[in-house]
């Protein structure tokens, strides 16, 4: 299957910072990329969906000047969490459709940990 | 709106058993049904994808059917391992335009004891 990477895997940050986390698709081109977040023993919620060239379309509840999200590239999307602070911590899973295959099936990168203290 | 259920939410069984996972879903018309493997603290791996005119797919001992009309599918395990320790989320897709997102199942966290 495609590959999905992400970068960092983890991180810890100080409460009113910024952390950005990218998401890249290694070996296809992925028009539309996917933003998740994950809470302990949860399942994902959807962040945003965003498509390259374009501005995201974020979830209701989700806040679009919190969570910036920039897909530049058809290999590169990045999610920007602004002033971050504790509740912000959790899982982050980004994900990218591989239009090259008849389902347009979508894979997952290995998820960033972030911890703001 | 489509909600997606699992149960059970967790599942312990011996090892060399055969299992059953359940996933639900209200709204049949979907476009495809995806069951993943998540790993503490990693991403999903896509197990097995279902397109909606299909009623089953195979990988390994892995099987998943498919009843759209009913609203369900089963992941059928055979001979389970220590290995196959993992939450398994199944998640579908309503039509195939690109922006089109996957609902994803509450989950089940599945252990195999050795």
């Known amino acids: 299957g495609a590959v999905v990477s992400q970068h960092p895997s983890w991180v810890i940050c100080k409460s009113g910072t910024s952390v950005k986390i990218e998401c890249r698709s290694l070996?296809?081109?992925?028009?539309?990329m996917f933003w998740y977040r994950q809470f302990p023993k949860q399942s994902l919620m959807l962040m945003a969906t965003s498509n390259e060239g374009s501005k995201a379309t974020y979830e209701q509840g989700v806040e679009k000047d919190k969570f910036l999200i920039n897909h530049a590239s058809l290999t590169l999307s990045t999610l920007t969490v602004t002033s971050a602070h504790p509740e912000d911590s959790s899982f982050y899973i980004c994900s990218a459709r591989d239009r090259r295959g008849p389902y347009n099936e979508q894979f997952f990168g290995p998820g960033t940990r972030l911890t703001v203290l | 709106k489509q909600e997606v259920t699992q149960i059970p939410a967790a599942l312990s069984v011996p090892e060399g058993e055969n299992l059953v996972l359940n996933c639900s879903f209200t709204?049949?018309?979907?476009?495809?049904l995806q069951w993943f493997r998540q790993d503490p603290g990693k991403g999903l791996t896509s197990l097995l994808l279902?397109?909606?005119?299909?009623r089953e797919q195979t990988s390994g001992r892995l099987n998943a059917s498919l009843d759209k009309s009913s609203g369900r599918s089963t992941l059928y395990i055979a001979a389970s391992q220590p290995g196959d320790s993992a939450t398994y989320l199944c998640a579908v897709r309503k039509a195939n335009f690109g922006n089109e997102k996957l609902t994803f199942g509450t989950g089940t966290r599945l252990t195999i004891i050795p």
């Open positions: 070996d296809f081109q992925a028009t539309t």
């Open positions: 709204d049949s018309a979907i476009y495809n």
């Open positions: 279902i397109q909606s005119s299909q």
